[in-house]
């Protein structure tokens, strides 16, 4: 069994864009996941390499599980993960506009 850090708990991807995307800094990501942030930045990065559009912060914001991310050919998943990146962006970007 994996030792968790005190205040953090295990991040599946689903729930790990939803904070991204909500969020304003890699710190507050941090602060509600309990992960660094450094490790948070790469795990934004990977799911970007797999072509989900997450919010890119600046560096003076700040920043796996084998679980955490889908494989390559769970495609569904990866998809999902898209569409759910994509409506956070559209809504995130429609409250600016207000």
Not at 1 to 8: A, D, E, P, T, W
């Amino acid at each position: 069994m994996s030792k968790m850090r005190k205040g953090r708990k295990q991040l599946m991807a689903e729930e790990f864009v939803r904070i991204w995307q909500t969020s304003n800094s890699v710190q507050e990501v941090a602060e509600k996941t309990g992960y660094k942030s450094t490790t948070l930045s790469v795990k934004a990065n990977s799911l970007r390499r797999m072509g989900i559009p997450l919010k890119k912060y600046s560096r003076n914001t700040g920043g796996g599980s084998p679980r955490f991310f889908p494989r390559k050919e769970d495609t569904d998943r990866i998809d999902a993960l898209k569409l759910l990146a994509e409506a956070y962006q559209k809504d995130t970007s429609e409250e600016s506009n207000k």
